[in-house]
T-cell receptor, first 111, second 115 residues
Framework: DAKTTQPPSMDCAEGRAANLPCNHS???????VYWYRQIHSQGPQYIIH???NNETNEMASLIITEDRKSSTLILPHATLRDTAVYYC????????????FGSGTQLTVLP | SAVISQKPSRDICQRGTSLTIQCQVD?????MFWYRQQPGQSLTLIAT?????????ESGFVIDKFPISRPNLTFSTLTVSNMSPEDSSIYLC????????????FGPGTRLTVL
């Protein structure tokens, strides 16, 4: 699976957009980009995933660059409950492949 | 989606003993996995629990230390054997529902402290 690089930590003011970057310069053509988050003392939670088109759901938006070497997760209106470690993961589809976690970004939403 | 429960939610154990963690899913799932999260660290995959056959272990993890059972499509157990303080971690069960959909769900975790 392609390796990802994320900043170790970020702060964001409550109510503002949180933009979390991820570099995955060695991503292969069939690998998807997944985002999960882990709120303290809970199991990881799925946020969103995409292949090459931008994606949006009720939680967040995922922007993938045209060359697919990087992506940005956007939380449009961050709340204190969004404080968590955010993991960017790339992997090919298929039932045999499980998630491999990197170190993630600790996002702290400040009041 | 899938609702995953784990028992116990936390435990404090003595060195040299063993603990079995249970994972129950509210629906039949294709794949079940066990992860470990050491204090302040990210998640590390221990093994894939295979129904009706031996689990598939990742590098650095062995069956004698972490025996796994998966008797059906909704239940699995992970045993941490002959525990030492280095085994103090959160152990998480995770599942995938179907082959084609990438979403993977996680249980709440079992927080283990070994004295």
């Amino acid at each position: 699976d392609a390796k990802t690089t994320q900043p170790p930590s970020m702060d964001c003011a409550e109510g503002r957009a949180a933009n979390l970057p991820c570099n995955h310069s060695t991503i292969s053509g069939n690998e998807y980009v997944y985002w999960y988050r882990q709120i303290h003392s809970q199991g990881p939670q799925y946020i969103i995933h995409g292949l090459k088109n931008n994606e949006t759901n009720e939680m967040a938006s995922l922007i993938i660059t045209e060359d697919r070497k990087s992506s940005t997760l956007i939380l449009p209106h961050a709340t204190l409950r969004d404080t968590a470690v955010y993991y960017c993961i790339v992997r090919p589809p298929g039932s045999a492949r499980q998630l491999t976690f990197g170190s993630g970004t600790q996002l702290t939403v400040l009041p | 989606s899938a609702v995953i429960s784990q028992k116990p939610s936390r435990d404090i154990c003595q060195r040299g003993t063993s603990l079995t963690i249970q994972c129950q899913v509210d629906s039949q799932v294709t794949m079940m996995f066990w992860y470990r999260q050491q204090p302040g660290q990210s998640l590390t995959l221990i093994a894939t629990a295979n129904q009706g056959s031996e689990a598939t272990y990742e590098s650095g993890f062995v069956i004698d230390k972490f025996p796994i059972s998966r008797p059906n499509l909704t239940f699995s157990t992970l045993t941490v054997s002959n525990m030492s303080p280095e085994d103090s971690s959160i152990y998480l069960c995770s599942v995938k529902l179907a082959d084609w959909w990438g979403e993977q769900f996680f249980g709440p975790g079992t927080r283990l402290t070994v004295l």
